[in-house]
C-alpha cells in the first residue's frame, strides 16, 4: 500500500461559501450574486452551514451538490477502481480524454450521419448523462421516491444508450454501429490539438489513443511528440497517418483493387474474403486475377508436390490396358465410371491422356421417353384448383376408410411424430416462440417432448408435455442423453434474454482512409471527457477521427514486467503478510510463503501476456487472463455530497482494506478544502456507515 497515491487534479475554489450562497438563496428574495461582497469569509460560512444545513438534519442537502472536487489515484489495485466506480459516474481510466467541443458522430438506422445532423458534442453528451435531457419539468409536489418539488431535468441514460454509434470494424476497415456504455468526465488535463492535412482537428491528451495506419497508438508516441515543461510543443519527430472516415464504397467490396490487396496481406484466405464480401469463391477469384494480384496458399496442402485426399496410383481408371478392355466392349463414360467408382469426369481425363477414343452412344432412345411415366395433369384455373383442395379436405376419405388403406403401415413412433409436428405450432405460439433452454426468441424451433416417449408413451400425445427448443438445443440434448436433467431443471421462460440478430439492409458502406498529421499545437489546460463504447469494436468516431474508448488499457507494463524492465509489485498488487478477517468473521493468515507464491503466478501471467501479445493477439482478449488486481490509475470526481456519500460507504471498518485506504487518503485533502463540513462529519458520520445527507 506504500505505492498508493491521491492528489487533487481541480476543485471549486471557496466551496463552503458556493454552499452557503445556494442555501441563502432559498431563504431570500434578493439576487444573491448581487450581495457576493458582503458574503461572510469562507469560514464562517462553514459554521452557517453546519448550523442552518447539517447539525438540524433538515433534509435539504442540494446546495451541497454544488462545489466539486476531482482526484488522480494511482497505483490502486483494480477492484478498487471498480468499486469506486460502482458509486461515481465520473470515473475515468488511464486519463485518456478528450475535448468538450470533440463532435461524435452518431448514424440513422440507415448508417447516414448527414441526413438529420445527428452530432453531439462530448461535452454536451456528458450533461445530457449527468444531468438529465434539457427540457426541464416543474414538479408541484413531493415525488414518490421523495423528490422534494421544485425543478428538474428528467433522466435520458436509457435513450443515450440506444442512439447508434458510429464504430470502426477494425478487421475490415468499414464503419458499423455501436452504443455507448458509459460517459465520463476526466477532469482538466492539459489539451492538444492535432490538425491533418485535410483541415481535420481533435483536441486531446498525449496519451489519448487514435486510431493510424500502423495500429493503436497513443498521439504522443504516434508522433512522436516532444514537449517543454510548460506543456508546449518543442517538436513531432514521426510521419503518422491517423484513419478517418468519409469515403464510400460499394456493395462489391471485392471490385476494390485497395480493399483487396489489404484482406490479402492480412492473410485471408479466398473463402474468407468470399465471407467478407458476400460473394462466391469464383467471383473473388476473378477480382484477383483482373486485378493481377497473388493470393497466399490458405494451407501447406497447395505447395509443390501435393496430392488430393482421394490419390490412389492404383485405381483402375488410371490403368490403361483395363480401359482399352473396357472400351472394346462397347462401354460408355458411364458405365465405365460405374466399375471403376469414380466419377464421368475421371474416365473422359484419363481416356484422353491415354489418346484413346470414348464410345458414342448411337443418336436417339432404345426406350420410349414415356416408359415408366403414369397419369395426367389437369389445365386448371388457380380458382378451380383452389376448390379441388378445399373439397378433398372435406370429401376425401381417410384412414381406414381409404381405398388404398393397406392395414397402417406407419409405427406407432411414426405417428407419434407426424402429430408432434402438426401440434408444434401451437406449441411455439404457447411459449411466443421461445427456446426453452438458451431463451432465445425466433429460429428454427422444434416440439420437445418434456418427458420423453422412451420413460412415459402415455404422455406422448399430451399437448402439455410439449416444449418449445430451438433445433441446436434439441439436438444437443437428445445426442447427448439429457433429457432427464432438462426435465428436471425445466423452468418456463416466457420473456426471451437473447434476440436472433435481426438482418441488416446493405445500403450504403463507409470505410476508414489515412490522413497525416500536419501539426500538432498546445492549447492549455481544459475540462475533459471520454466514453466507454459497448460491443466488439471499442473505438468511435471524434471530429472525423478513429479514436479509442477510455476502457483499453495499455498492456506496455506487462510486457515490461515480462522482460524484467519493471517490477512485478509496480504491476500486480498483493496484500501485505498479515492476519486477516473476512466478512463473515473468518480469520486467516497471509504468510511470506504464500505471498511469494503469488508473486511468482504474476510473473508468470506477465510472461503469458507477452507470448500471446508477440503471437499477435489483441490485448484485451490476452488481459482477460491476468490476475484482476493489477495496479490501475483513474480520475475520480464528486461534489460535496457525493464525496460524503461515498466515505459513509467505504470508510468504514467492514469495507474493503485497499478502498478504506483510498478514503483515508483522499480525506484530508477534503479537509483542506471544506474544513468546517468536514469536522463535523468526523464528530458525527465518519466510520457510522450512515447513508450521507
Known amino acids: 500500500?506504500?505505492?498508493?497515491?491521491?492528489?487533487?487534479?481541480?476543485?471549486?475554489?471557496?466551496?463552503?461559501?458556493?454552499?452557503?450562497?445556494?442555501?441563502?438563496?432559498?431563504?431570500?428574495?434578493?439576487?444573491?450574486?448581487?450581495?457576493?461582497?458582503?458574503?461572510?469569509?469562507?469560514?464562517?460560512?462553514?459554521?452557517?452551514?453546519?448550523?442552518?444545513?447539517?447539525?438540524?438534519?433538515?433534509?435539504?442537502?442540494?446546495?451541497?451538490?454544488?462545489?466539486?472536487?476531482?482526484?488522480?489515484?494511482?497505483?490502486?489495485?483494480?477492484?478498487?477502481?471498480?468499486?469506486?466506480?460502482?458509486?461515481?459516474?465520473?470515473?475515468?481510466?488511464?486519463?485518456?480524454?478528450?475535448?468538450?467541443?470533440?463532435?461524435?458522430?452518431?448514424?440513422?438506422?440507415?448508417?447516414?450521419?448527414?441526413?438529420?445532423?445527428?452530432?453531439?458534442?462530448?461535452?454536451?453528451?456528458?450533461?445530457?448523462?449527468?444531468?438529465?435531457?434539457?427540457?426541464?419539468?416543474?414538479?408541484?409536489?413531493?415525488?414518490r421516491n421523495g423528490e422534494p418539488p421544485g425543478e428538474y431535468r428528467r433522466d435520458c441514460k436509457q435513450r443515450i444508450r440506444k442512439m447508434r454509434l458510429r464504430v470502426l470494424n477494425e478487421q475490415t476497415g468499414l464503419f458499423e454501429v455501436g452504443h455507448i456504455k458509459d460517459v465520463m468526465c476526466s477532469g482538466i488535463q492539459p489539451v492538444y490539438k492535432v490538425t491533418l492535412e485535410d483541415g481535420k482537428t481533435l483536441e486531446c491528451t498525449t496519451n489519448h489513443r487514435l486510431f493510424t495506419a500502423n495500429g493503436w497508438q497513443t498521439m504522443k508516441d504516434a508522433v512522436g511528440l516532444t514537449t517543454a515543461s510548460?506543456?508546449?510543443?518543442?517538436?513531432?519527430?514521426?510521419?503518422?497517418?491517423?484513419?478517418?472516415?468519409?469515403?464510400?464504397?460499394?456493395?462489391?467490396?471485392?471490385?476494390?483493387?485497395?480493399?483487396?490487396?489489404?484482406?490479402?496481406?492480412?492473410?485471408?484466405?479466398i473463402k474468407e474474403i468470399a465471407g467478407l464480401s458476400d460473394c462466391s469463391i469464383a467471383t473473388v477469384k476473378v477480382w484477383i486475377d483482373k486485378f493481377e494480384l497473388s493470393l497466399k496458399c490458405s494451407t501447406?496442402?497447395?505447395?509443390?508436390?501435393?496430392?488430393?485426399?482421394?490419390?490412389?496410383?492404383?485405381?483402375?481408371?488410371?490403368?490403361?490396358?483395363?480401359?482399352?478392355?473396357?472400351?472394346n466392349q462397347g462401354l460408355h463414360a458411364d458405365e465405365i465410371a460405374t466399375l471403376a467408382n469414380c466419377s464421368i469426369e475421371a474416365v473422359k481425363k484419363w481416356v484422353y491422356a491415354y489418346e484413346l477414343s470414348l464410345n458414342k452412344r448411337k443418336p436417339g432412345r432404345d426406350e420410349p421417353w414415356n416408359k415408366g411415366k403414369g397419369g395426367y395433369q389437369l389445365n386448371l384455373s388457380e380458382e378451380s384448383r383452389q376448390r379441388r383442395i378445399e373439397n378433398g379436405k372435406i370429401y376425401t376419405q381417410r384412414g381406414t376408410e381409404s381405398n388404398f388403406w393397406k392395414g397402417g403401415t406407419s409405427t406407432e413412433r411414426e405417428l407419434i411424430g407426424a402429430w408432434t409436428r402438426q401440434i408444434a405450432p401451437q406449441v411455439h405460439k404457447k411459449f411466443d416462440f421461445i427456446c426453452q433452454k438458451c431463451a432465445v426468441r425466433g429460429g428454427v424451433l422444434h416440439a420437445h417432448h418434456l418427458i420423453p416417449v422412451f420413460a412415459d408413451q402415455s404422455l406422448a400425445y399430451d399437448f402439455d408435455n410439449l416444449v418449445t427448443l430451438c433445433k441446436e438445443c434439441h439436438e444437443y440434448i437428445h445426442q447427448n442423453n439429457l433429457e432427464l436433467e432438462f426435465a428436471k431443471a425445466y423452468s418456463p421462460i416466457l420473456e426471451p434474454q437473447n434476440w436472433q440478430v435481426k438482418p441488416k439492409p446493405k445500403g450504403r458502406k463507409l470505410r476508414s482512409h489515412p490522413v497525416k498529421v500536419k501539426s500538432v499545437e498546445y492549447?492549455?489546460?481544459?475540462?475533459?471527457?471520454?466514453?466507454?463504447?459497448?460491443?466488439?469494436?471499442?473505438?468511435?468516431?471524434?471530429?472525423?477521427?478513429?479514436?479509442?474508448?477510455?476502457?483499453?488499457?495499455?498492456?506496455?507494463?506487462?510486457?515490461?514486467?515480462?522482460?524484467?524492465?519493471?517490477?512485478?509489485?509496480?504491476?500486480?498488487?498483493?496484500?501485505?503478510?498479515?492476519?486477516?478477517?473476512?466478512?463473515?468473521?473468518?480469520?486467516?493468515?497471509?504468510?511470506?510463503?504464500?505471498?511469494?507464491?503469488?508473486?511468482?503466478?504474476?510473473?508468470?501471467?506477465?510472461?503469458?501476456?507477452?507470448?500471446?501479445?508477440?503471437?499477435?493477439?489483441?490485448?484485451?482478449?490476452?488481459?482477460?487472463?491476468?490476475?484482476?488486481?493489477y495496479r490501475q490509475h483513474?480520475?475520480?470526481?464528486?461534489?460535496?455530497?457525493?464525496?460524503?456519500?461515498?466515505?459513509?460507504?467505504?470508510?468504514?471498518?467492514?469495507?474493503?482494506?485497499?478502498?478504506?485506504?483510498?478514503?483515508?487518503?483522499?480525506?484530508?485533502?477534503?479537509?483542506?478544502?471544506?474544513?468546517?463540513?468536514?469536522k463535523w462529519y468526523t464528530t458525527t458520520r465518519l466510520g457510522k456507515a450512515r447513508l450521507a445527507p
Not at 76 to 83: D, I, L
Not at 237 to 266: F, H, P
Not at 649 to 669: D, Y
Request: net charge negative.
Open 300 to 327: 501447406p496442402g497447395h505447395l509443390n508436390n501435393h496430392k488430393p485426399w482421394n490419390y490412389d496410383p492404383n485405381a483402375l481408371y488410371r490403368n490403361k490396358p483395363w480401359l482399352v478392355e473396357q472400351l
Open 523 to 629: 492549447v492549455g489546460e481544459q475540462m475533459t471527457y471520454d466514453l466507454e463504447v459497448d460491443g466488439e469494436w471499442h473505438n468511435f468516431v471524434a471530429n472525423g477521427l478513429v479514436v479509442h474508448n477510455s476502457l483499453r488499457y495499455t498492456g506496455n507494463q506487462f510486457l515490461d514486467a515480462a522482460i524484467g524492465k519493471k517490477d512485478i509489485e509496480d504491476i500486480f498488487y498483493l496484500r501485505p503478510v498479515d492476519y486477516y478477517t473476512d466478512r463473515e468473521g473468518k480469520k486467516y493468515y497471509y504468510s511470506p510463503e504464500q505471498r511469494q507464491q503469488d508473486l511468482e503466478w504474476c510473473l508468470e501471467a506477465a510472461k503469458r501476456y507477452k507470448i500471446d501479445f508477440d503471437g499477435g493477439m489483441s490485448e484485451e482478449h490476452a488481459r482477460g487472463k491476468l490476475p484482476f488486481d
Open 230 to 269: 510548460d506543456g508546449n510543443v518543442v517538436s513531432i519527430a514521426k510521419n503518422s497517418y491517423v484513419m478517418c472516415n468519409g469515403l464510400s464504397v460499394t456493395d462489391r467490396l471485392y471490385t476494390e483493387k485497395s480493399w483487396l490487396e489489404a484482406q490479402i496481406a492480412k492473410g485471408l484466405t
Open 1 to 143: 500500500m506504500d505505492r498508493f497515491r491521491v492528489e487533487v487534479i481541480s476543485q471549486t475554489p471557496n466551496p463552503q461559501q458556493v454552499i452557503y450562497a445556494a442555501l441563502h438563496q432559498d431563504y431570500t428574495e434578493n439576487f444573491v450574486f448581487d450581495d457576493r461582497d458582503s458574503w461572510p469569509s469562507d469560514a464562517e460560512c462553514g459554521e452557517i452551514i453546519v448550523k442552518r444545513l447539517l447539525a438540524g438534519d433538515r433534509g435539504h442537502y442540494g446546495p451541497l451538490e454544488h462545489p466539486q472536487i476531482i482526484f488522480n489515484c494511482g497505483y490502486f489495485p483494480h477492484s478498487v477502481m471498480q468499486q469506486a466506480r460502482t458509486h461515481r459516474v465520473g470515473v475515468s481510466f488511464d486519463v485518456q480524454c478528450l475535448a468538450a467541443d470533440t463532435v461524435i458522430t452518431f448514424v440513422d438506422c440507415e448508417g447516414s450521419a448527414g441526413k438529420n445532423n445527428l452530432s453531439k458534442t462530448i461535452g454536451e453528451l456528458y450533461d445530457l448523462w449527468t444531468n438529465g435531457e434539457k427540457a426541464i419539468r416543474s414538479r408541484s409536489i413531493q415525488g
Open 634 to 678: 483513474f480520475v475520480v470526481s464528486f461534489n460535496l455530497r457525493s464525496f460524503l456519500h461515498f466515505a459513509d460507504l467505504r470508510n468504514k471498518k467492514n469495507a474493503q482494506l485497499e478502498i478504506q485506504k483510498l478514503c483515508e487518503m483522499m480525506w484530508p485533502h477534503f479537509e483542506n478544502w471544506a474544513p468546517d463540513i468536514a
